[in-house]
C-alpha cells in the first residue's frame, strides 16, 4: 500500500478543497485550476462511516435499548439520595458500590424483579422487531430431511453434504413441493409485515 500522508499533508488538502468549494459556490474560478479539479472541489463531501448516509440519529433510534440490571437500577435509586449528592462526585460511586455490597439479599430482590421484568420486555421487543425472512425452498427441505439425519447419526457437516446431494437428485415435483410451500411462507411474512 502507498504511504499515507502526513497529518499537516491531510489538514492542507482538507482546508485547500473547502476554499475550492467555497469559490465555487460563489462562482468565482481559481486560476490555473483545471476545470475537472474546480468540478471535484465544487460536489459535495461523500458520505462517511460515522455520518453515513442516514446520520447517526438514525442509528442511535435503531439501536436496542441497553438493558439495565440490579446495581444499575440501585444506582439511580440512590444517587437522588440528599447524602449521596453531597459526596464529590468521585466518592459518590464508591459510597453506592458499598451501599449495594452491605445491602442484604432481601432488599435486592425488588431492583432484580425490576431488572428482569425490563429484561424480558426488551427480549419481546427485540423478537416483535426482528426482521423475519422466509424460508428457501432448499432449507424447508434440509429441515424435513433434517430429522431423519439425526435418527441416523450424523454430523452437521454430513447432514449438510447428503441434504446437498439428495436436493441435486431430487426429481422436479419434490422442489415443486418445497418452493410452493416456501411461496406460501413468503406470502405469509408480506401479510404480517402490513
Request: glycine fraction near 4%; include cysteine; hydrophobic fraction near 35%.
Given at each position: 500500500?502507498p504511504p499515507?500522508?502526513?497529518?499537516?499533508?491531510?489538514?492542507?488538502?482538507?482546508?485547500?478543497?473547502?476554499?475550492?468549494?467555497?469559490?465555487?459556490?460563489?462562482?468565482?474560478?481559481?486560476?490555473?485550476?483545471?476545470?475537472?479539479?474546480?468540478?471535484?472541489?465544487?460536489?459535495?463531501?461523500?458520505?462517511?462511516?460515522?455520518?453515513?448516509?442516514?446520520?447517526?440519529?438514525?442509528?442511535?433510534?435503531?439501536?436496542?435499548?441497553?438493558?439495565?440490571?440490579?446495581?444499575?437500577?440501585?444506582?439511580?435509586?440512590?444517587?437522588?439520595?440528599?447524602?449521596?449528592?453531597?459526596?464529590?462526585?468521585?466518592?459518590?460511586?464508591?459510597?453506592?458500590?458499598?451501599?449495594?455490597?452491605?445491602?442484604?439479599?432481601?432488599?435486592k430482590l425488588?431492583?432484580?424483579?425490576?431488572?428482569n421484568h425490563?429484561?424480558?420486555?426488551?427480549?419481546?421487543?427485540?423478537?416483535?422487531?426482528?426482521?423475519?425472512?422466509?424460508?428457501?425452498?432448499?432449507?424447508?427441505?434440509?429441515?424435513?430431511?433434517?430429522?431423519?439425519?439425526?435418527?441416523?447419526?450424523?454430523?452437521?457437516?454430513?447432514?449438510?453434504?447428503?441434504?446437498?446431494?439428495?436436493?441435486?437428485?431430487?426429481?422436479?415435483?419434490?422442489?415443486?413441493?418445497?418452493?410452493?410451500?416456501?411461496?406460501?411462507?413468503?406470502?405469509?411474512?408480506?401479510?404480517?409485515?402490513?
Amino acid at each position: 500500500p502507498p504511504p499515507q500522508p502526513s497529518r499537516s499533508i491531510s489538514m492542507f488538502r482538507c482546508a485547500f478543497t473547502t476554499s475550492l468549494r467555497l469559490a465555487a459556490a460563489r462562482g468565482q474560478a481559481r486560476p490555473g485550476l483545471s476545470t475537472a479539479t474546480a468540478a471535484a472541489a465544487a460536489a459535495p463531501p461523500p458520505p462517511t462511516k460515522a455520518t453515513g448516509t442516514k446520520g447517526k440519529a438514525a442509528a442511535k433510534k435503531a439501536a436496542p435499548k441497553a438493558i439495565t440490571n440490579a446495581y444499575v437500577l440501585f444506582l439511580k435509586d440512590k444517587v437522588k439520595s440528599p447524602e449521596i449528592k453531597s459526596l464529590p462526585l468521585a466518592q459518590r460511586m464508591g459510597a453506592v458500590g458499598k451501599a449495594w455490597k452491605e445491602l442484604p439479599e432481601s432488599e435486592k430482590l425488588p431492583f432484580q424483579e425490576q431488572a428482569n421484568h425490563a429484561k424480558a420486555e426488551a427480549a419481546a421487543e427485540a423478537a416483535k422487531n426482528k426482521k423475519k425472512y422466509p424460508r428457501s425452498s432448499y432449507i424447508l427441505f434440509y429441515q424435513d430431511q433434517r430429522v431423519k439425519f439425526a435418527e441416523e447419526g450424523l454430523s452437521t457437516k454430513e447432514m449438510a453434504t447428503k441434504a446437498g446431494e439428495m436436493w441435486r437428485a431430487a426429481p422436479e415435483t419434490v422442489k415443486d413441493r418445497y418452493r410452493a410451500l416456501s411461496q406460501k411462507e413468503k406470502e405469509r411474512l408480506a401479510q404480517e409485515k402490513e
